[in-house]
């Protein structure tokens, strides 16, 4: 695995935004666990709001933003529970 991994979710030709796959484990699941409660967070707030805005642009734009934040906390997860097998396999 190299150092350095470009998150998924941004997808171009000079990656500027990368995981540290070095970075020790706890770390890398914290990262991604703020993410993920983040965009938890975010949905119930959306949920259980009487008068949040349901536009179809508004609505896009939520649709966005919680899958930026899941595929990083997805990727972030990816490296760790790879270094982890890798720490059972050694």
């Known amino acids: 695995m190299n150092r350095y991994m470009p998150i998924t979710g941004h997808d171009c030709n000079i990656p500027s935004l990368l995981i540290d796959t070095q ?50 906390g997805c990727d972030l997860m990816d490296v760790a529970g790879r270094r982890m097998q890798g720490q059972l396999a050694a």
């Open 23 to 72: 970075a020790p484990i706890d770390v890398l699941h914290d990262a991604a666990a703020y993410r993920i409660r983040a965009v938890t967070q975010l949905l119930e707030n959306f949920a259980i709001s009487d008068d949040a805005p349901k536009g179809t642009v508004v609505l896009q734009e939520l649709s966005l933003v919680c899958s930026i934040l899941l595929r990083d």
